[in-house]
């Protein structure tokens, strides 16, 4: 494919076969087709050869990390070649036409001598394509580009050998303005070799700038591990393989510094792993046995023994690779609209040039004037920058995107972030931590709240329940290693006891109770009312509360709660200043929502407590009935109904698989922050889109006019023409630019001002 037009022929022709649903990419060079089942790929094929061009069926994915990355033809070195040749010849015959001083006896010659092998050589890929259209019955761009430079190098060879231009000592000035005469002294040669180069040039850039702009998803498919040491039957002997023999279920070691060959489950060995190439999180995550990890990512720490859970094109990286290529090749609506103008825009721009002509004849203003500005016409009405306008923006926004741990499914999900004014969050997951984490420690009169925290630490440490290892794991944390525990005893429905050895040499022992104030209560250690009225607290403010006593006696109590993550409330903000309104949408009972709602900064009134996982759903109907334009963020099963009924359904990506499916964002990272990126990023980014499309437009408006008024030398209606794709391409990669929202508490007016800016 040369252009837009190019695309926009092969995806009427697939769309003709029955059954099938096809989008062609200009920019990105594929097709992505629904077809029937009695169709195969080769029918496709065929189809597409049909219309006078080539398709080949991509290779199934490799299982290095899942991403199945062909090699690539590189069409920029033979363009780069052609380009560099054709230059070289062009430029002395430009001057030549340019500058009259340089015009010496029988230069014209020379500047035939120079300007065939650009017009026929350089400009062969143009004729080639022209003639593959023509023989379809089509037109295209290259038609316009063919006609016009076999036109002004046809009529210069006539002026020179049937006119007056061959005599020795001709002269032609450069002049921009129309003149009176008969045509048969003038050449073309400079505007001939001239529209070559700048299209061949305009043509080498859109290239590179294509490259540059799915160079994100290059990089980050190439992300992947090579090779892997497999460990064999004995548990202890490796065996290094190509990433590709590796199936589920393998062990692997997994060095510091190595690339972790897959996803999987850490069986041995506890380490940071680095995964800051894959979800733009800097600090790396300590991991253990148990824990999951990601292919791609590093190993910061200690050596690691992982089991293969997925490989291939089932990994996390291989999934990420597909959302964003899947986003790239599709079309927004504004695209589509581009595409059906620049359908029928070929056959009219030839139209209009056979009109140029005619009019400037029946004016009796020469020939010549009028083949010139016949020859502009053709050359400056290029619709290639409509066909670049969607694609280039649309690669270069997913491919930062992916850098930044946003995968977007799609170019409509562009259009909806314009739309949305409202968000709907999950609570558990989303907004909080999802999981249970130490809050508070409160001792009673007398009592010191590390001692109290100690020996709840000790004893929970025994038990597997959720609230047993917050607390233990917050204790570890404040205070270190723990006691010894002995006769450790799980009390179904009410705690845990046991005996604490503590002192140097565990020369102290107490009898410890953990669990409901009616455990302690049946040992005769009631809690004072200063202890009960903090418990009551706790639970009004979302906190799971547990007592501690020993020795006959309440001590204190444990808070534990679901931990608010510490950006939520910033992104809150980030929310509000983008103009959506945030409601928070839970599970949980009125009060817990109400408190987590005011300590991020969302209204009580827009706060959904006690919604059913089935009832979220009507939830997101019901505001859209309000006449609300709605985004979801979840990461549950129970949020998948409520994700694809939203508008714009945002799943972070420590969610599940359900979720992801049934969104159209995904957030690698867990943090709420990266919402109001990948929103920001696809605002501006559709933003980008309208831009280059209003640009793509306001020059054919206004250059045509200007062409069939004769007013536009051709060769700078080339020039002309090759720059609107160049800018086009350029605008889009202003987009590899974009930053994360800046954090501006604690910054001054100025600053806060200055970070905007």
């Known amino acids: 494919m040369t252009c837009a037009s190019c695309a926009n022929r092969i995806e009427r022709k697939l769309n003709k076969l029955e059954g099938v649903t096809a989008t062609v990419n200009y920019a990105t060079e594929k097709a992505k087709v629904t077809y029937a089942d009695d169709l195969t790929p080769e029918d496709l094929v065929a189809a597409v050869e049909q219309a006078g061009y080539g398709a080949t069926v991509p290779q199934p994915a490799k299982a290095d990390a899942g991403?199945?990355?062909?090699?690539?033809?590189?069409?920029?070195?033979?363009?780069?070649?052609?380009?560099?040749?054709?230059?070289?010849?062009?430029?002395?015959?430009?001057?030549?036409?340019?500058?009259?001083?340089?015009?010496?006896?029988?230069?014209?010659?020379?500047?035939?001598?120079?300007?065939?092998?650009?017009?026929?050589?350089?400009?062969?890929?143009?004729?080639?394509?022209?003639?593959?259209?023509?023989?379809?019955?089509?037109?295209?761009?290259?038609?316009?580009?063919?006609?016009?430079?076999?036109a002004a190098l046809g009529w210069s060879v006539y002026a020179l050998f049937w006119g007056t231009a061959g005599i020795a000592g001709m002269t032609h000035p450069f002049e921009l303005t129309i003149e009176r005469s008969d045509g048969s002294g003038n050449i073309y040669f400079e505007a001939a070799a001239g529209v070559t180069t700048f299209i061949l040039a305009g043509r080498y850039f859109e290239q590179r700038s294509k490259r540059r702009a799915g160079a994100a998803l290059r990089a980050l498919m190439e992300l992947g591990a090579k090779d892997v040491a497999v460990l064999g039957p004995d548990?202890?002997?490796?065996?290094?393989?190509?990433?590709?023999?590796?199936?589920?279920?393998?062990?692997?070691?997994?060095?510091?510094?190595?690339?972790?060959?897959?996803?999987?489950?850490?069986?041995?060995?506890?380490?940071?792993?680095?995964?800051?190439?894959?979800?733009?999180?800097?600090?790396?995550?300590?991991?253990?046995?148990?824990?999951?990890?990601?292919?791609?990512?590093?190993?910061?720490?200690?050596?690691?023994?992982?089991?293969?859970t997925r490989v291939g094109g089932d990994t996390q990286l291989a999934q990420m690779a597909r959302l964003v290529e899947d986003a790239q090749n599709g079309k927004a609506e504004v695209q589509r609209l581009a595409d059906q103008i620049s359908g029928f825009f070929v056959p009219i721009v030839i139209l209009l040039a056979v009109g140029t002509l005619g009019f400037w004849l029946g004016t009796d203003s020469g020939l010549g004037a009028a083949f010139t500005a016949a020859v502009a016409v053709l050359i400056i009405a290029c619709p290639c920058a409509l066909g670049l306008a969607t694609p280039t923006a649309l690669m270069v926004g997913t491919g930062r995107g992916a850098q930044l741990?946003?995968?977007?499914?799609?170019?409509?999900?562009?259009?909806?972030?314009?739309?949305?004014?409202?968000?709907?969050?999950?609570?558990?997951?989303?907004?909080?931590?999802?999981?249970?984490?130490?809050?508070?420690?409160?001792?009673?009169?007398?009592?010191?709240?590390?001692?109290?925290?100690?020996?709840?630490?000790?004893?929970?440490?025994?038990?597997?329940?959720?609230?047993?290892?917050?607390?233990?794991?917050?204790?570890?944390?404040?205070?270190?290693?723990?006691?010894?525990?002995?006769?450790?005893?799980?009390?179904?429905?009410?705690?845990?006891?046991?005996?604490?050895?503590?002192?140097?040499?565990?020369?102290?022992?107490?009898?410890?109770?953990?669990g409901r104030p009616r455990l302690l209560a049946e040992w005769s250690q009631h809690l004072t009312s200063e202890l009960e009225e903090a418990m009551a607290r706790a639970q009004e403010t979302g906190g799971t509360a547990v007592a501690v006593g020993w020795d006959g006696k309440a001590r204190g109590i444990v808070v534990v709660a679901d931990a608010i993550k510490s950006t939520s409330a910033t992104a809150i903000t980030q929310l509000r200043e983008l103009g959506l309104r945030p409601m928070l949408l839970t599970g949980d009972n009125a009060v817990v929502a109400r408190s987590v709602a005011a300590e991020v900064g969302i209204d009580e009134a827009d706060v959904f407590a006690d919604v059913l996982p089935a009832d979220k759903v009507d939830v997101v109907k019901r505001l859209q009935a309000e006449g609300r334009v709605v985004a979801m963020v979840g990461d549950g099963v129970n949020d998948a109904a409520a994700l694809a009924q939203a508008d714009l359904g945002l799943a972070m990506g420590t969610g599940t698989d359900v979720a992801i499916e049934a969104s159209d964002l995904t957030l690698v990272r867990g943090d709420l922050r990266v919402a109001v990126d990948a929103i920001r990023l696809s605002r501006r980014t559709l933003t980008t889109i309208k831009g280059n499309l209003f640009w793509a437009f306001a020059y054919n408006v206004a250059a045509l006019p200007l062409a069939a008024a004769g007013l536009l030398n051709p060769m700078l209606a080339g020039a002309a023409m090759a720059f609107s794709s160049v800018f086009v391409v350029s605008n889009s990669l202003r987009l590899r630019s974009f930053r994360s929202a800046p954090t501006s508490h604690g910054l001054s007016a100025i600053d806060r001002g200055r970070q905007q800016t």
Do not use: C
Not at 271 to 277: F, K, L, P, R
Not at 288 to 308: E, I, K, S, Y
Not at 489 to 496: A, D, I, K, R, S
């Open 405 to 514: 741990g946003i995968l977007i499914k799609g170019p409509e999900v562009l259009e909806s972030t314009r739309r949305v004014d409202t968000v709907v969050l999950d609570k558990t997951g989303t907004v909080t931590t999802g999981q249970m984490t130490l809050r508070d420690v409160i001792a009673a009169d007398g009592e010191d709240p590390d001692e109290v925290l100690r020996y709840a630490g000790a004893l929970e440490d025994a038990s597997e329940h959720p609230i047993a290892q917050a607390i233990a794991t917050g204790a570890r944390e404040r205070l270190g290693d723990l006691p010894t525990v002995e006769d450790f005893t799980n009390v179904e429905g009410l705690g845990v006891q046991g005996v604490v050895l503590d002192g140097v040499d565990g020369d102290t022992s107490r009898a410890v109770l953990v």
């Open 67 to 150: 991403t199945g990355a062909p090699a690539e033809p590189d069409p920029v070195a033979p363009l780069r070649q052609r380009l560099l040749v054709s230059a070289a010849l062009t430029v002395p015959v430009i001057a030549m036409a340019m500058v009259p001083a340089l015009q010496f006896t029988n230069w014209q010659w020379l500047s035939l001598t120079l300007a065939a092998p650009v017009v026929v050589w350089g400009a062969w890929p143009f004729h080639k394509a022209a003639w593959t259209n023509l023989r379809h019955g089509t037109s295209t761009m290259d038609t316009l580009i063919s006609l016009g430079t076999l």
């Open 235 to 308: 548990g202890v002997t490796a065996t290094r393989i190509p990433v590709e023999d590796l199936t589920v279920g393998d062990s692997f070691v997994v060095r510091p510094g190595e690339k972790i060959a897959t996803d999987g489950v850490i069986e041995r060995g506890t380490s940071a792993v680095d995964a800051s190439m894959l979800t733009g999180e800097s600090v790396p995550v300590e991991v253990g046995p148990g824990d999951t990890v990601v292919g791609a990512t590093v190993n910061a720490g200690g050596r690691l023994v992982v089991r293969a």
